[in-house]
């Protein structure tokens, strides 16, 4: 548990700023011979994430499109729905967004409900009552934030040609404790953190900030860094995942997304799978993922602590991969999947070794559920959009995971 988080099973996106994806202890759907899994979905405006707070509630973020279209300011809202029938039970005002792009949502160890969507930061309470807003200073959209240790939030613009700033705000005040951090390149991936360092992955390199407290700022790492595009063809990198040894993460992030990713890829070269060393970034590896031409993903692998097990994937080319890590670093292939239309952020029951996943085919996406050690499918349901999901799911409270897919919130449930 990241100690700046509410003391939930999933109190913000990924399950916490390491993004490792994984269910606490204990929570498994758990399928038994002869159980299917079943689905209870809701049409919404476009679907982000779901986060849990107390024993039976879950809180859903959208936010609006159109508005954006029409080159007006977007906004975004926060709904506590019920935990069965997905309808809303208390829902906040629309909030000021303004640049649209998917925001991101939490659960602070004070209790409160925190959004950061276009460029405002919002605290509102359980009941969804807006508290403080606070707008953010470049007239850019944000990607989400992330919770530190200490409290902090910390957020910052994307972007693949201005550079990333970093803003880092009170949860009290909902106000900045410092000045903007400047990165030294434009990012689009959202932020990864553990205890109070910041992980950025830039649109060439990746790097890290550590909180000073003495100062009381985010000071750069210049000792720790790796320029993962080099003299190749590659194009950015999305969210890190952070497993207490190495950073993860994909490249070829940029595509043309619209309903789904299948054939989505821009530059005609394979996606890889990247690692760096936290001790030393010298100490790094890639590997296509695929090793097909036009491959590209917008969201981060998973890894598997108790198993070892890397999961990545090339959504442009339909692709599901996983890998064995060894002691040297190497990765030994362990199973390959294709076609498998999987585009979304994962999740994994560690206890159960069950990995949830999204498969796009012809006529709409399925939520299915593998076993991580071999590759072998348990069960899928059909969660009934049209799109092909790119955002976040949570487990849930019972034998049970939500999934968002832009238009739509699914409960997907064991039986």
């Known amino acids: ?69 029409l080159g007006m300011a977007t906004t975004s809202c926060v709904e506590r729905i019920d935990p069965h029938t997905l309808q809303t039970r208390q829902s906040s005002k629309r909030l000021p967004g303004g640049p ?41 959209a944000y990607n989400s934030f992330v919770i530190l240790d200490n409290g ?47 992980y950025v992955v830039g649109v060439r390199s990746i790097f890290r900030f550590h909180w000073d407290e003495a100062a009381q700022t985010l000071r750069q790492d210049l000792d720790w860094s790796w320029n993962y595009v080099g003299t190749t063809a590659q194009t950015y990198g999305w969210d890190a995942v952070i497993d207490g040894h190495n950073a993860w993460f994909m490249d070829n992030g940029l595509h043309r997304y619209r309903i789904n990713m299948r054939g989505a890829g821009v530059r005609q070269t394979p996606n890889r ?55 040297d670093q190497s990765l030994e292939p362990l199973w390959r999947k294709e076609p498998f239309g999987v585009a979304s952020h994962l999740l994994l029951y560690p206890g159960s070794g069950e990995l949830v996943v999204n498969d796009y085919r012809r006529f709409g996406e399925e939520v299915v559920v593998l076993d991580i050690e071999t590759g072998h499918e348990r069960a899928r349901v059909r969660s009934g959009g049209l799109t092909q999901g790119v955002v976040f799911p949570s487990v849930g409270w019972e034998r049970d995971l939500y999934w968002c897919s832009m238009g739509r919130v699914a409960r997907i449930f064991a039986a």
Request: hydrophobic share 40%; aromatic share 6%; net charge neutral.
């Open 100 to 140: 649209m792009w998917p925001g991101g949502m939490a659960i602070h160890r004070n209790g409160d409900i925190y959004v950061v969507y276009g460029r405002y930061a919002h605290r509102l309470d359980r009941a969804c009552g807006l508290k403080a807003s606070y707008q953010l200073p470049v007239n850019l």
């Open 273 to 327: 799978l990247l690692r760096v060393s936290l001790l030393d970034a010298a100490d790094h590896g890639a590997l296509e993922v695929s090793g097909l031409r036009g491959g590209s993903i917008t969201n981060p692998p998973l890894v598997d602590l108790q198993r070892r097990i890397v999961v990545g994937f090339d959504s442009a080319n339909s692709v599901l991969c996983a890998w064995r890590l060894q002691e």
């Open 152 to 198: 902090r939030i910390v957020t910052k613009n994307l972007s693949d040609t201005v550079a990333a700033r970093l803003t880092v705000l009170d949860a009290g005040s909902l106000r900045p404790v410092c000045a903007d951090i400047v990165c030294p390149e434009p990012s689009i991936a959202r932020l990864s953190a553990v205890g109070n360092t910041v």
């Open 1 to 69: 548990m990241s100690l700046g988080y509410y003391a939930s099973p999933w109190p913000g996106e990924d399950g916490g700023p390491a993004r490792l994806q994984a269910a606490p202890a204990g929570s498994s759907l758990s399928l038994n011979a002869g159980e299917r899994l079943h689905c209870t979905t809701r049409d919404t405006v476009l679907s982000t994430m779901t986060v849990l707070g107390d024993p039976g509630e879950v809180y859903l973020l959208t936010h609006s499109a159109l508005r954006a279209h």
